[in-house]
């Protein structure tokens, strides 16, 4: 099946679709890098870990429908399919993967990505966060839109400048350095972080060699091509589009793409940080990207 521009609708479930399954069942849907994905899913649709225990019923974002707080967080260690990083999301949300569960990304009930993993799978995959499947219950529907985001030359829409705003070096917030950019801005459980960037806005990765101006979904000015994705020695879990602007909320030990567009919701809490995605040698980078950030609050309690 070819990779396409379109809307689905799936039915997910938490029976076995879950993320400790030992086979991931994927949806059907082929994804390709350089595309925007777009997910959601209705707040009042809720799963649950344990269908006998009242208030592990949750909706798309963990959020107990009994308690109107998360029924916990849940972990999953180094070394689950090749993984050398934690990730960690509240029980139950929904999150998703293109590369077989080496990386994940938070979905919950609103996700709108740039995709600049590596797609090794080639199909979306989505899945219900921690459990077993001897006693997960229930299914939610989840309705998906891909949309080609090389979008060179899209204008930025005027609303998204009304944000403040972050100026990301090449040469200095780079893997090379491990050096983010530290925005300040604290997320909590269920913020939307909105995320937009003109694109054609360019830093450049060789010494303002032309051919090396790129945009922050590491699209290519003079061709309008996606440039291929690299890993990092540093950040040895990822592999990403290179050039791409990248985001971590626990100071690097995860990442997320970012790109042109990013609206998330947030199922890790930590503190915004900003990256250009590149190999080890910085000193031939130059130029920065301007990111203009809004954040919705919409905070989930916390059980102490």
Known sequence: MAVTEGKWQVTIDAKNNSSTAAQFIDTGIEVAIGYLLIINVDPQQTWTPYASY???????????VLTK??????????????????????????????????????????????????????KLTLLFWGGDKNTNSGSITVNVELRKALNFDDKIDP?????????????????????????GIKLQLGDLLIVNLDPKDLWNLSNTDSNWNLNANGVRASNKTLVDPTSNGNF????LARGSLIGTL??????????????????NPGSLSLMLWDDNNNNDNRGSLRAFIKVVRRAIPVAA
């Not at 009242?54 to 107990?64: E, L, R, Y």
């Not at 997320?256 to 990013?262: E, K, M």
């Open 54 to 64: 009242p208030q592990s019923t949750v909706d798309a974002n963990g959020i107990s």
């Open 69 to 122: 707080k998360i029924d916990g967080i849940y972990k999953e260690e180094p070394g689950a399919r090749s993984q050398e990083v934690n990730f960690q999301f509240p029980f139950g949300s929904l999150v998703g993967t293109v590369d077989g569960g080496r990386t994940y990304f938070p979905v919950g009930t609103h996700l709108e990505m740039t995709l600049l993993y590596q797609v090794t799978t080639p």
């Open 159 to 183: 609303k998204f400048l009304d944000a403040d705003y972050f100026d990301v070096h090449a040469q200095i917030h780079s893997p090379g350095t491990k050096n983010f950019l530290d925005t």
């Open 236 to 239: 040895p879990s990822f592999v």
């Open 250 to 267: 626990d100071g690097g030990q995860t990442l997320f793409p970012v790109g042109t567009h990013l609206e998330m919701t947030v199922l």
